[in-house]
Structures are given as structure tokens and as C-alpha cells.
């Protein structure tokens, strides 16, 4: 059976699989910055609670810096769950038609990546400082 030269080949098994993989690695990433996220909310305000027991002064921009930081990475986690989902839907759908022949951009992947490195240091640096 010879296909015509325009025909396009349909996706392998192996295909979708891979296309599934790659969603769990992505819902996998989400669900640990909205982990990460809630870690350094609840963070914030343990931090409130020991000062105040010790009757300490209180430093407010601490723990409200940790809740607003640790609510936007449990925001940053909903819309890479989001991407994932509505990326997984384009591709099955392009492995469905046969159109998978073109590129695809490492932008939001490599943006991520950078992201959550950003994210990493400024939590040592926070660490380091108080």
C-alpha cells in the first residue's frame, strides 16, 4: 500500500505515548510550584506566629512577602497546569489529523526553567538573610 506523496503517515502508538509522558512531566511541574507555593505561604505565617510569641517587633513585610510570593508561585503552578493541558489537546489533535511534521518552540520550557532557577536563588538568598 503506497501512499500518495501529500498523504500525511498517522501518529504510532508510541507517539501518543510520548505525548502523554510529556503532560505528566508538565503536570508533575505544576503541582510542585503550587507545592513549593503553599510551603512558603505557610512559611509566612510561622514566621508571624514566632514573633508573635516572642513578643518580638513585627516585621510584617516578612511573612506578607512570603504569603503574596508563595500565593504567585501557586499561581504560576494553575497556569502551567493550564499550558500543559491545552498544549497535550493541540498535539493529540495534530497526532489525530497526521500533522506533525513541524517544529515546536522550547521557549515556554526553557522560560520555566529560568523561572523557577530565579526562583530558587532569591529563596537561598532569603534563607541566608534572616
Do not use: C
Amino acid at each position: 500500500m503506497n501512499r500518495p506523496a501529500g498523504a500525511a503517515q498517522p501518529a504510532s502508538l508510541s507517539d501518543y505515548l510520548a505525548a502523554e509522558r510529556t503532560l505528566l512531566a508538565w503536570i508533575r511541574t505544576g503541582l510542585a510550584l503550587m507545592g513549593f507555593g503553599f510551603v512558603v505561604a505557610r512559611f509566612g505565617l510561622f514566621l508571624q506566629q514566632l514573633q508573635a510569641l516572642q513578643h518580638a517587633p513585627s516585621k510584617a513585610v516578612v511573612w506578607i512577602f512570603a504569603v503574596r510570593f508563595g500565593t504567585a508561585l501557586i499561581a504560576v503552578g494553575v497556569v502551567v497546569n493550564g499550558f500543559a493541558g491545552w498544549r497535550h489537546y493541540q498535539l493529540v489533535r495534530e497526532l489525530d489529523l497526521g500533522e506533525t511534521a513541524q517544529s515546536r518552540s522550547a521557549i515556554p520550557a526553557v522560560a520555566i526553567a529560568f523561572f523557577l532557577a530565579v526562583v530558587g536563588i532569591a529563596m537561598a538568598i532569603y534563607l541566608v538573610s534572616i
